[in-house]
Structure formats: structure tokens, C-alpha cells
């Protein structure tokens, strides 16, 4: 098992950024997918970010593609989101994820990940 918290969120003006990071225990970091999810009030839970076990691939949801910037610190078992240009609309609880599935591709649904954080609520004001 792995226990992932996050940190980082908070109230930003439009246009501000942010930096959540994640961090993990239980299992061999380095060897485990690990992703950013987020979900709105009233709104699925869906993928904003990932990169692979390795590092070496990384994808972006259109929404976001650009503006965030995911990753990964092996040696301190730490994921990182870093949102620029943030929107009114990045308005969410943010969930970080992690998956032992071995692929070197990026997994973008939720139900292929293993394991999930407790959230952290990033609110962008207009």
C-alpha cells in the first residue's frame, strides 16, 4: 500500500499560481505511476495530470495543458503540480493519485489508480 497527502492548496487570484505537492509512503516511490485528479462541486472527478513510473512521459488534460506543469522528486517521494495562468475555472479539490500498474504509458482514469490522497481544496477567485 501507499499513503499519499497533499499540500498546497489555497485562494488565488486569476491569473496566480500554485503549487500542490504530494507526498508518498509505503512503497517504493520511484516504481509507482502517480497522477493529479480534480473535482468541482457537483462535478466527476476527472484527470488533470500524470506522469509515468519513470518520469520519462508525462500528459496534460487539454484544460490545463500549458499552464500546469507535473513532477516528480524521487529522492523526497514527492509529486509536484505547478499551476500557472490559473483560471476561475481550476476551481476544485484537487486528489493526488498513484498506480502500480507497470506501463510506461500515462494512465488518465480514475478507476486505474490504486490509491488516493485526502484532497486539497484550490479555489481561483475572478
Known amino acids: 500500500q501507499v499513503q499519499l497527502v497533499e499540500s498546497g492548496g489555497g485562494l488565488v487570484q486569476a491569473g496566480g499560481s500554485l503549487r500542490l505537492s504530494c507526498a508518498a509512503s509505503g512503497r517504493t516511490f520511484s516504481s509507482i505511476g502517480m497522477g493529479w485528479f480534480r473535482q468541482a462541486p457537483g462535478k466527476e472527478r476527472v484527470f488533470v495530470a500524470g506522469l509515468n513510473w519513470s518520469g520519462g512521459n508525462t500528459y496534460y488534460s487539454d484544460s490545463v495543458k500549458g499552464r500546469f506543469t507535473i513532477s516528480r522528486d524521487n529522492a523526497k517521494n514527492t509529486v509536484y503540480l505547478q499551476m500557472n495562468s490559473l483560471k476561475p475555472e481550476d476551481t476544485a479539490v484537487y486528489y493526488c493519485?498513484?498506480?502500480?500498474?507497470?506501463?510506461?504509458?500515462?494512465?488518465?482514469?480514475?478507476?486505474?489508480?490504486?490509491?488516493w490522497g485526502q484532497g486539497t481544496q484550490v479555489t481561483v477567485s475572478s
Open positions: 493519485a498513484a498506480t502500480w500498474a507497470y506501463t510506461e504509458r500515462v494512465l488518465v482514469r480514475w478507476n486505474q489508480y490504486n490509491a
